[in-house]
């Protein structure tokens, strides 16, 4: 007597959440990239990539002056202002939500036209049975 083995499940479709995490856990941008949204997805990465890396360079530059004023022992110098620090990081920040919120929406889009396709598609096959009260 051999062993049943259960039928292997077959794969499903890709989840409706992927690019939504993907733009949001992994880089922003992805999510475009896996909804073959390809211009979107360059114009959201770059954008993200180069505004962090501004705000990086900005908060080095910030804290290597708090240090140069703090050794320079100078108590007549003035601070430096953590202004752009906090505009850049609220300019990256932005990027980072309107990147979430394009990916939801065409997700919701392209989620809406799938089953559209397929309501669509159970009326045709309706419409071929033959209908038994004809006269």
């Known amino acids: 007597m051999g062993v049943k083995r259960q039928p292997r499940a077959q794969p499903g479709p ?3 959440r992927m690019p939504i995490m993907l733009s949001g856990l992994v880089f922003p941008g ?3 990239f896996s909804q073959r949204r390809w211009v979107a997805g360059v114009l959201y ?15 080095l530059r910030t804290v290597m002056a708090f240090y140069r004023l703090g050794f320079s022992g100078d108590t007549s110098a ?7 620090v906090v505009l850049f990081f609220l300019a990256t ?3 980072y939500l309107l990147n979430l ?4 929406r065409a997700q919701r889009r392209i989620s809406r036209a799938k089953a559209a396709e397929r309501h669509l598609s159970k009326l045709a096959s309706f419409d071929s049975l033959p209908h038994s009260n004809q006269p």
């Open 14 to 16: 890709r989840s409706a």
């Open 30 to 32: 992805l999510g475009q």
């Open 45 to 59: 990465g770059t954008a993200f990539t180069l505004l962090f890396g501004l705000f990086l360079f900005t908060c």
């Open 78 to 84: 003035h601070p430096p202002s953590p202004l752009p």
């Open 93 to 95: 920040l932005l990027v």
């Open 101 to 104: 919120f394009d990916t939801y």
